[in-house]
């Protein structure tokens, strides 16, 4: 399983320079992966492709960009400028949003989520295999399409899906899936199970599974819950995530986060490995004094043991 760390949305205030600095941390600590989220900051596959100049190894991955906001053929476009400027490093992870920012604060209908999402692949992953897309569809009509990015290979593509639906779509078009509020009995019965027999069904290799928790190495675990809580609250209020946590059976976001000692933070690690999530993205909340450098040293650890 591959290890890698989420840059931002942790409670601190980043600048350029301090995210590519994260990012330079995260490569010399020999972790895996750095992901972005790209909601109201900046742009995270343009500051992906940034980082891709400043690194040499470490894997870059949005988690996620919104569809809705971008024509496929011009969000391909941007991946492939990153996937070239990263020497191929970049995974493009794309998702639908929610209704409360796509409807209500861009004004844009958010009627048919599992159609847009069909639609939309059927444009993008041509393009990112450097093929000619040719689509008609109801929300995306195009025709003879092709993109010439010198330097970019075919890049993966994971959805954040979440409902059956969509879990059959990621399996079916794209090449896995990318998670946040799922806890690990979710993760198993019903994400890693239902992607990966659509996948089967389609014909397609083993998906990708990235799965997004929060963590924290403390010796408080309830005290660096009780402020997970505060800090996540709207995470447990989106009728998507929302879904996911009562399906695992919690009340919030909290519950699911990975806190304690090396031996808990270890075994659950493990445990997601086991069932087959492929990337752990580790988002360290910066809810005590020193939380993130010694959550960082620890998954450093892993990697090199």
């Known amino acids: 399983m591959r290890i890698g760390v989420m840059i931002g949305g942790d409670g601190r205030q980043l600048d350029l320079d301090d995210v590519i600095g994260i990012a330079k941390r995260v490569e010399a600590a020999g972790l895996d992966d750095v992901w972005m989220a790209n909601i109201f900051s900046f742009d995270a596959v343009s500051t992906l492709g940034l980082i891709g100049r400043e690194t040499t190894r470490v894997g ?21 400028t990153s996937a070239a400027a990263s020497g191929n490093r970049f995974t493009l992870g794309v998702g639908l949003s929610h209704k409360l920012v796509i409807e209500d604060m861009l004004g844009l209908s958010y009627a048919q989520p599992a159609g847009h999402m069909r639609e939309y692949l059927n444009v993008l992953m041509p393009l990112v295999r450097g093929e000619t897309a040719s689509f008609q569809g109801e929300h995306y009509r195009v025709a003879n399409i092709a993109l010439d990015v010198p330097g970019a290979d075919r890049l993966p593509v994971v959805v954040a899906a979440l409902g059956p639906v969509m879990l059959k779509i990621a399996g079916e078009l794209a090449d896995g899936t990318n ?21 089967s069904a389609a014909g397609r290799p083993d998906p990708l599974v990235v799965g997004g928790f929060p963590i924290i ?37 909290a519950d699911i986060a990975i806190a304690g000692d090396e031996n808990l933070l270890r075994g659950e690690l493990k445990r997601l490995k086991d069932m087959g999530v492929s990337h752990f993205n580790a988002a360290i909340p910066a809810v005590e004094d020193g939380a993130w450098d010694r959550t960082l040293e620890f998954l450093s650890s892993l990697k090199s043991a």
Do not use: C, F
Not at 60 to 66: D, I, K, M, N, S
Not at 183 to 199: D, N, V
């Open 179 to 199: 998670t946040w509020m799922v806890g690990p009995k979710t993760m198993e019965s019903h994400i890693i199970k239902r992607l990966s027999a659509a996948a």
């Open 60 to 80: 870059l991955g949005t988690a996620v960009t919104p569809t809705y906001p971008r024509h496929p053929t011009a969000l391909a476009q941007q991946a492939l």
């Open 217 to 253: 190495l403390t010796n408080k675990p309830d005290d660096a819950r009780e402020k997970i809580a505060e800090s996540l609250t709207i995470y447990g209020q989106l009728p998507s995530y929302r879904a996911m946590l009562d399906r695992e059976g919690v009340a919030g976001p």
